[in-house]
């Protein structure tokens, strides 16, 4: 009976140790501090740019460089906040700053430097082209570029600018862009033409001189050598102006 009663006792007693250790053993764990590494800020401004900036995420390459060590911070939830620095930058050197908090409690401040690297496909002259000459695949060709200043206005494609005019002289390896042509004219100032008017059955025709350039389906002034008066009309061929009355 007595050995019984101490085997009772010792097994209560390891109950309550165990119990014990438990307790206080998850206690110690959960007050264990946090590691946050240099790899995890980075990849979290890396992540943070690509959500943000205008870019295709496949067109761009981004770096990011955090220049301190691991920071040790204490048990609970974390949150990391990015936010771009200064001007609205999106390529090029694009500095971030970071909040860190842990169980909605400020920590720390940080500085991250980032690079941005852009790839972006843009027509190119292959030769010098002057100013009037029609593009065309003689002249001009796609070519992918990595660049830090994204060009806004360039264009990427050959369909939207073989037939059109430069407008202006353009060097060799140049990127066009869209203030670069124009819509080739269909009829020049001092063009002759013919000054057409249908009304039901009725036509009326009348030689005519062009007094501006004209465009396709576009509205020309013109000049009635017969009246001399001037009008304006749509230029439906190189040769014929439309007018109503």
């Known amino acids: 009976m007595i050995f019984e009663r101490k085997y009772f006792l010792i097994n209560s007693m390891l109950y309550v140790c165990l119990c014990l250790l438990l307790i206080f053993g998850n206690r110690a764990n959960a007050a264990e501090p946090q590691v946050l590494t240099v790899d995890e800020i980075e990849k979290g401004a890396v992540d943070h740019l690509a959500s943000i900036l205008p870019w295709e995420k496949k067109s761009m390459e981004i770096i990011a460089d955090y220049e301190g060590d691991d920071i040790t911070l204490p048990p609970g939830k974390k949150e990391l906040i990015y936010k771009i620095m200064g001007n609205a930058q999106r390529a090029g050197r694009v500095?971030?700053?970071?909040?860190?908090?842990?169980?909605?409690?400020?920590?720390?401040?940080?500085?991250?430097?980032?690079?941005v690297m852009v790839s972006q496909t843009v027509i190119k002259t292959m030769r010098q082209i002057r100013k009037g000459e029609i593009l065309s695949n003689d002249?001009?060709?796609?070519?992918?570029?990595?660049?830090?200043?994204?060009?806004?206005?360039?264009?990427?494609?050959?369909?939207?600018?073989?037939g059109y005019e430069a407008g202006r002289n353009m060097q060799s390896g140049k990127i066009v862009t869209t203030k670069f042509i124009k819509k080739p004219a269909l009829?020049?100032?001092?063009?002759?033409v013919l000054i057409l008017a249908e009304k039901g059955g009725m036509k009326i025709t009348a030689p005519g001189i062009l007094k501006e350039d004209g465009y396709e389906d576009g509205m020309v002034k013109a000049l009635n050598t017969e009246s001399k008066k001037i009008v304006y009309g749509r230029l439906v061929d190189a040769n014929t102006v439309k007018v109503s009355f």
Do not use: C, F
């Open 139 to 162: 002249n001009v060709q796609l070519e992918t570029i990595q660049t830090e200043r994204p060009w806004k206005n360039a264009m990427g494609n050959l369909e939207h600018a073989l």
């Open 95 to 115: 500095p971030l700053t970071l909040v860190i908090k842990v169980d909605e409690t400020y920590q720390k401040r940080l500085r991250i430097n980032s690079r």
């Open 187 to 192: 009829g020049n100032e001092g063009d002759r």
